[in-house]
């Protein structure tokens, strides 16, 4: 298939992802109870509050930050339905926006013909669809992870270490948004120990040490001044 023909599946399958989500958010109600806390800690960060947006707060800070920007940007009302709305943009937007990462990835793992497949049954799950449609934080998170997943990939297959670096990249807004990211470079570290112990994984000497470098100073250089203010992961 052409780049074309790629770029169109994944228009028209964003398209579809945000036809969905934005009627599920219109017509269900908010079904998490954890939005309350991303609302509270958007609203400490609209009013310059960051010691407990950011210091304090038991979520981590790129969602809240992305509901506050969307707040102001839209002028909403300084109420409840106000925050609802827009921290439902932020998660619409991105929700629609995991498509081409999502597509990507089942593109390296499946191939031509069930990459979108693959996409598509991803949105059409229930829960899915209700959770990135919600006050939840899990669409951020997941836009990251999955374009950091996305370039580990090309990582594996190409064996340059470029693609190393947006993975750390995604890897750390991944750990902004949700603790779980720092499971993206712990399972490369993982998988580049084992690397030289499989044949077809195998990578030369050279690109290996620099590939664990990075993995292991990347992170910390990303992630270790906001762990340093929290006091902890």
Same mark, same amino acid.
């Given at each position: ?7 169109? @599946? ?36 609209? @009013?310059?509050? *960051? ?12 969602? +809240?930050?992305?509901? &506050? ?6 002028? %909403? ?5 106000? *925050? ?29 013909? &069930?990459? *979108? ?27 990251? *992870? ?24 995604? &890897? ?6 949700? +603790?779980?990211?720092?499971? %993206?470079?712990?399972? %490369?570290?993982?998988? %580049?120990?084992?690397? +030289? ?6 990578? +030369?000497?050279?690109?290996?040490? @620099? ?16 762990? &340093? ?5």
């Amino acid at each position: 298939m052409t780049p074309a023909r790629h770029a169109a @599946r994944i228009i028209l399958l964003t398209a579809f992802a945000a036809i969905l989500l934005g009627r599920l958010a219109a017509t269900t109600e908010v079904m998490y109870a954890d939005g309350l806390r991303f609302v509270a800690a958007a609203r400490a960060v609209d @009013r310059g509050d *960051w010691r407990t947006s950011v210091v304090r707060s038991v979520d981590h800070p790129v969602y +809240p930050i992305a509901v &506050a920007a969307a707040h102001r940007a839209l002028g %909403l009302a300084d109420g409840p339905q106000g *925050w609802q709305t827009a921290a439902q943009v932020v998660s619409v937007i991105v929700g629609a926006a995991l498509v081409t990462p999502l597509y990507l990835v089942a593109l390296e793992l499946f191939g031509t013909t &069930a990459a *979108w497949l693959a996409c598509l049954l991803t949105f059409l799950v229930p829960t899915t669809g209700h959770v990135l449609a919600d006050v939840l934080s899990e669409g951020t998170f997941l836009l990251f *992870w999955t374009w950091g997943v996305w370039s580990a990939l090309r990582f594996f297959r190409e064996g340059s270490i470029r693609w190393l670096v947006p993975t750390v990249g995604f &890897a750390g807004m991944a750990y902004l948004t949700r +603790p779980e990211g720092l499971l %993206l470079p712990v399972a %490369l570290a993982g998988t %580049l120990i084992l690397t +030289p112990l499989i044949a077809s994984l195998r990578l +030369p000497r050279i690109t290996w040490l @620099r590939a664990v470098g990075l993995i292991f100073i990347g992170p910390m250089l990303l992630i270790g001044p906001y762990i &340093a203010i929290k006091g902890g992961i």
